[in-house]
């Protein structure tokens, strides 16, 4: 379930589109696309990497970033690619079934291994399953490889909220036209690389996917940049020898905040990548920098106060528990009614509640092929029986 991806160049696309939107949208002020932020020099996310000996893996981080790294351990984020084998949904359902028209799916895992079966009834084609994607909070999609080596994207994937498998998100055919194409997506090399670096680690070295030495999920090294020169270095400078180079890993706390909502917007989303998308509708509530860029607390040029970690950090599981959100509100908005704005609360008080603000202001939309509900960041006030507000 590629997210928003974008064939055409997209520097060139951007502009024509810059053309036609800016003067109408007062809201893709500093927003860029990812592929513009990869073209400029320096570290950003997704980056494919040099050399694979300029990675050491969250391991070699723990010796001195103990706290977070058993924190981040526990993120979904971390856990969201692995090994077929290891998948808890699967293990939990040693059988799961899909029915549509004539053909069957099937997914039977025991003690080793997962394998995936589709049946009209006249021909059977089956593949153990190889990669995982998803933890799953929302749901977990399959790839396998057949014999000429290619990536394939099962047809189905296991959904948390219907407790078994369903179509893989916009990936849904009603009438396939041979049981190969009913049983899986051929996923192109390029897009490979893709689904690779935002659910991996160090997946793309020099141009080429190293599916031998990446590190699954979300590690330390995908938001801070290769890390062996740093461990090195501060190895140096623990021993005593101050020559040792400070700057040398990269901490998105120091980006202004159209970029800061940007960098999580590499694998999340930008503002840019899900209009390049055509994406349009509760869909879009999948891409929180999108949608959150919209909301009127924004601004027209952003605010620090409202980019993602004011909010969630990123280095700990999510928090599920509204009222955790309230201090990111009450650092713009005031609490008595008819205060004076000013800068340091530049946001009205609410005259219906005093707290658990996001319960309200922040609900959540069904995503229909994905069965669930997300979060819409484009905080607002909510109006009953409204139609979804682009
Ligand atoms: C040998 C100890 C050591 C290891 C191993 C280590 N770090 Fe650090 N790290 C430090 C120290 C000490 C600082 C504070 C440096 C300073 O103030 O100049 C630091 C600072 C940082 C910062 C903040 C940098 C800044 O400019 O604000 C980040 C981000 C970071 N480390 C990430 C990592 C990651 C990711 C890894 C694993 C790849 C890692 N560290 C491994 C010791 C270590
Ligand atoms: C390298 C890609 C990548 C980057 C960069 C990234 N994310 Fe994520 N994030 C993911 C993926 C993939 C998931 C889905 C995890 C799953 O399988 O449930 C996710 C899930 C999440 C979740 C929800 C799940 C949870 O329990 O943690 C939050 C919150 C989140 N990301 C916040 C952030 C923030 C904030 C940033 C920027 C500081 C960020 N992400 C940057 C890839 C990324
Ligand atoms: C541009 C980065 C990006 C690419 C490319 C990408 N993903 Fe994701 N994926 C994410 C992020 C971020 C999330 C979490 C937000 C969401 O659910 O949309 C996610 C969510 C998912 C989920 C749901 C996990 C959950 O429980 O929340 C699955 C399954 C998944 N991706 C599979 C894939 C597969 C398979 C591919 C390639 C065919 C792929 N993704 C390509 C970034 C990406
Ligand atoms: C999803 C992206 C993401 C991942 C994964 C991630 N970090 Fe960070 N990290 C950030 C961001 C963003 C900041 C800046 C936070 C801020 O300024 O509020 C940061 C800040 C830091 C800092 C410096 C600031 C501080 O709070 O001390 C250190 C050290 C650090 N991270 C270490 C790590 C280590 C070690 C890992 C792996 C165990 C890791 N990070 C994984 C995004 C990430
Ligand atoms: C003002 C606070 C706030 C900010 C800023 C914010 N979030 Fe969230 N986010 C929330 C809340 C509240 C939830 C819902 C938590 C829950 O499950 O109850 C959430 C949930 C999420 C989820 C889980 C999936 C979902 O839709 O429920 C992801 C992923 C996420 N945020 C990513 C981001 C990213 C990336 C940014 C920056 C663009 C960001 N958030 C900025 C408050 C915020
Ligand atoms: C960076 C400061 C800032 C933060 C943080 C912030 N807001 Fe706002 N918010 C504003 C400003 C300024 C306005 C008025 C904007 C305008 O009228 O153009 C506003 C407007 C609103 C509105 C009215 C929107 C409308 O459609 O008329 C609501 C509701 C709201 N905020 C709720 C929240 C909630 C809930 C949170 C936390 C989840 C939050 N805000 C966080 C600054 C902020
Ligand atoms: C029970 C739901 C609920 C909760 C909780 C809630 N609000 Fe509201 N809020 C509303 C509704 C409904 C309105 C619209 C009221 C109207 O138009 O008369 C509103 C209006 C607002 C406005 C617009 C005020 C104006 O005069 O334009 C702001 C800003 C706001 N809320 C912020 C917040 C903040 C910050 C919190 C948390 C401290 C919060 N809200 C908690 C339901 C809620």
Redesign the pocket.
Known sequence: MAKFSVSAPPLRQALAWLITLVALTPCAFGQLSTQDHLSDPGFWPTQPGVSRSD????E??????AE?FAAQARTAMRRTAFNADLSQPLHEHPKLTFEVGPYHYLIETDAHHSLYTVTDGKQTLSSPLLWAFGTPRVGQSYLFKRADGHFYEARVTYFATLKTLGFTPSRDLLHPKDIEQAMDRQVPDSEVKRCFSCHTTAAVIDGQFDEQHLIPGVT??D??????R??AD??K??NGDFSAE??????S??LDPNDAVDFCGACHGTWWDVKLSGTTGPSTTRSAPYRLVESKCWGKYGDSRLVCTACHDPHQPLVTDDASYDHACLRCHNTTMNAALTPEHPGKACPVGKRDCASCHMPKVYVKEMHADFTDHRIRIVHPGEPFPE
């Open positions: 990675y050491t893996g969250p070699a981080c723990r010796q001195c970033h977070k330390c090294e938001c801070h940049g290769p890390g062996a740093h461990v501060m190895k400078l623990m400070r700057n040398d890993i990269f901490n706390g120091h």
